[in-house]
């Protein structure tokens, strides 16, 4: 019987050591893989599950606040709870100030700021108009003082300021800066003046850092100062002109001032 066993074993071994030759080695199995070809036929797309519906109104109610000292109504929303149980502005939007003038009317959808807002000074003249897309400023806004008279005018992108920006002022009369946007920073031109016209600063700017030429004035129109820049850094030659009649001059390399004159 011991032997019957022994030979069992010993072919039940034989056996094994064949069923694993047979096998192909971790190595080998890697090396294959590297020769499958590629898929080359039609895309393969995967059924995808149903978008989950978007949240209800629950319920709402209008919320008013009044100013504590006077007693007049300070602001009035809408809020609304949706089946997912957030809780947010929706609908007409109102403030005002304390002496009961309109201070902004607007309105929100699902929390967020949309339409045209219309704010006021407290005399109740238009301040400025402002139209919102999914909470964010978007096209022309223009700012007017309590007379009613153009002050500033601004346009954004989805939120980014973009174009030229111009403040002028308080009578209107009289445009005191002019800046250029593009994508939110600052990439054009850009300049200033004095109340009387006479131009005061003007340079560059690339991807809002100030390059090339950079030069300032006074209010009588002398020149004041000429400085280069290059990637937002004082680069090259510069001249200061005091009012003494003296001229500073001077060189920059990468923003470190290297060498000075006068």
């Known amino acids: 019987m011991g032997l019957r066993l022994a030979g069992l074993a010993a072919s039940l071994a034989l056996a094994v050591t064949a069923s694993a030759q047979d096998e192909p080695k971790p190595t080998e199995s890697r090396r294959e893989s590297t020769t499958i070809e590629p898929y080359t036929g039609p895309p393969i797309y995967l059924p995808q599950g149903e978008a989950p519906p978007p949240p209800t109104e629950v319920e709402s109610r209008v919320v008013k606040e009044n100013f504590p000292e006077t007693d007049t109504l300070r602001f009035e929303r809408r809020i609304v709870k949706f089946s997912d149980d957030t809780v947010v502005s929706d609908g007409p939007h109102k403030e005002y100030y304390s002496n009961g003038e309109l201070y902004v009317a607007g309105e929100y959808d699902r929390g967020k700021a949309v339409g045209t807002w219309v704010y006021h000074h407290p005399n109740g003249t238009v301040a400025k108009e402002v139209t919102y897309k999914q909470g964010r400023p978007d096209g022309e806004v ?106 500073i001059e001077q060189t920059y390399d990468e923003g470190q001032l290297v060498s000075r004159k006068g």
């Open 142 to 247: 223009k700012v007017f003082n309590e007379e009613g008279k153009l002050t500033a005018r601004r346009e954004y992108a989805e939120g980014k300021r973009t174009g030229v920006w111009e403040t002028y002022s308080d009578d209107g009369e009289q445009k005191l800066r002019e800046e250029t946007y593009e994508e939110g920073v600052a990439n054009g031109p850009f300049r200033t003046w004095y109340t009387n016209g006479q131009i005061r600063q003007e340079t560059n700017f690339v991807k809002g850092k100030m390059e090339g030429l950079a030069t300032e004035w006074t209010r009588v129109g002398d020149k004041r100062a000429e400085l280069n820049f290059k990637n937002g850094l004082k680069d090259g030659a510069a001249k200061v002109w005091q009012t003494d009649g003296k001229v």
